[in-house]
């Protein structure tokens, strides 16, 4: 497989503290990708830093060899959609209306409507999402689940080889984790996007990833499989909690251990 | 943006009606009603006042009300915040404090408008400056840093302002309170003409960033990872409001909530789509202020109020609505 996303020597400084690396990181073209880690670990720093949202402080990123520097806004969001966990409590829209809005970095400034590959990539985030109905709805009004849905779909239009989320099932119940984490798994299997994805849930990240990356204070703690990562020396090292390990295999499933 | 919306384009071709008609039945209007049929005629006085006197006030206040509520949506959805807007942020009384310091040291005339003008630009881009150095943060703008900055820029200007006046004789001083209220009564095209240009290109400008703009409405965060520069889109939309705003103050004074009051009522009738908004803003803007103007040349004619007055009656309690509303949770 070949690297799509890598970061050489990455540190992001403030106020004088180093809150990320330096890290070396290659997200292989077509893999899911999972940024596991304690609060304040630089999880988010680091899903701002590959997007371009942030400028490392040292170190270098690079999109298929060709560094962040030489590409503009547009360039990197053609080629990398991100899909925040903050968003605006209000935000005055319909839903169609900010799928649309993905495909911004597609339209020419001189342009003056959505051409039709606009409102065809917009249909087709709809369909895949699986909320063409809500099409006509303001977003405010919707659920939390379905806003989260919206947001992916917009990302989806923005037809970028790399989707990079920030705790995409975040308040979501179990049904709409579920149908967040299959929609995930459909665009890695069927649409070959390269996902990066930084969560707290341990168990999405193991059923999920291909990799995972162990992120603490900054630093790369490990960085392997499911199966290396999800075990419970690594994981007690990581959150400074005890774990048990409940089912095995290549993509291990654990729960708290209380000790009762 | 969505793919057939029917409502903002009818509304907006509404507004444009009224703008028409507000432009045709404004300057009948006065201390002296002129009928439409003398006009035609060409009877002299009725024509003298209606094509001297009152069709370019009517022009100007046109123009002016569109620069008003159209920087004020562009002041909105940049701060994200709804009581953003040219007289609340002191970007007015940034451009009035540049305004009065030329008047005060060119002897008080109107007649060096490149002067003053050129100094109500600086004043208003000083503001800004000042505002933005103040409250912007990565997502939206706190109301309450963002009205302290705006209070707090505009105290110092009005001190400013009010020292110059105690330094200048009485005549100079008389000239430049009246200037302060806000007020539109100029004779001839002159400062129409020269109103035109920034106000078009300061309008033109915000529609065409209708894009970023709307993208600005979900996040700062949103619009950038879609690809939006917003060092970029901060420095266009200022720099197109503030040079509007400038040029306005240059002639007509502060007059303020405008751009509050317009913009809001907007969003109800035509939608959030800047594509539609900013037009609205234009034709809704200027017919606004041109029928305030109206109610002040006649509520208390023969004298005539400054507009300003009247726009800031309305637009206190408004703002104050505005405030409680929000504070409400809507």
Known sequence: ?260 | MSSSPVRPRIALLLLFGLWLATLIVAPLVGSQPVSLADVARGEPSAASIFWQIRLPRVLLALLGGAALAVSGLGFQTLFRNPIAEPYTLGISSGAALGAVLALRFQGGAMLGLPLVALASFAGALAAVSLIVGLALRREGVETSTLLLAGVAVSLSCSAIILFLQYLADSTQTFRMVRWMMGGLSVVGYAEVLWLLPWVLGGAALLLALRWELNLLLTGEEMAASRGVDLGRLRLKVLLATSLMIGALVAIAGPIGFVGLIVPHMLRRLVGHDHLFLAPACFFAGGAFLTLCDAAARTLMAPAELPVGILTALLGGPFFLWLLVWRKSGQ
Not at chain 1, 66 to 88: D, K
Not at chain 1, 165 to 187: F, G, N, V
Not at chain 1, 208 to 225: I, N, Q, S, T, Y
């Open chain 1, 1 to 260: 497989m070949t690297t799509l996303l890598s970061a050489r020597n990455l540190e992001w400084r403030a106020g004088g503290r180093t809150i990320l690396g330096p890290l070396n990181l290659d997200v292989l073209q077509g893999e899911c990708l999972a940024v596991v880690g304690p609060n304040g670990a630089g999880k988010t720093t680091l899903l701002r830093c590959l997007t371009g949202l942030l400028r490392p402080s040292r170190g270098e990123l690079l999109f298929a060899g060709r560094s962040f520097a030489t590409l503009s806004r547009r360039e990197l969001a053609r080629r990398i959609a991100y899909v925040p966990q903050i968003r605006p409590e209000r935000v005055p829209l319909k839903v169609e209306e900010v799928v649309m809005l993905g495909r911004y970095p597609h339209l020419s400034p001189l342009q003056i409507a959505p051409r039709s590959s606009d409102f065809a990539a917009v249909e087709e985030a709809l369909a895949v999402v699986g909320i063409a109905p809500l099409r006509a709805r303001p977003i405010d009004e919707l659920s939390g689940g379905e806003r989260q849905a919206v947001y992916i779909a917009a990302a989806l239009a923005q037809e970028s080889e790399v989707l990079v989320l920030d705790e995409p099932t975040i308040h979501l119940d179990a049904r709409h984790q579920h149908d967040l984490a299959s929609l995930l798994l459909r665009l890695k299997q069927s649409a070959e996007r390269t996902i990066v994805l930084a969560t707290h849930d341990l168990n999405l990240s193991s059923l999920l990833g291909d990799r995972l990356l162990a992120l603490a204070a900054g630093r790369a703690l490990a960085l392997g499989r499911p199966a290396e990562i999800v075990r419970s020396e690594v994981l007690e090292q990581l959150f400074q909690a005890r774990f048990e390990v409940v089912r095995g295999g290549e993509r291990p499933v654990t729960v708290l251990d209380l000790g009762a």
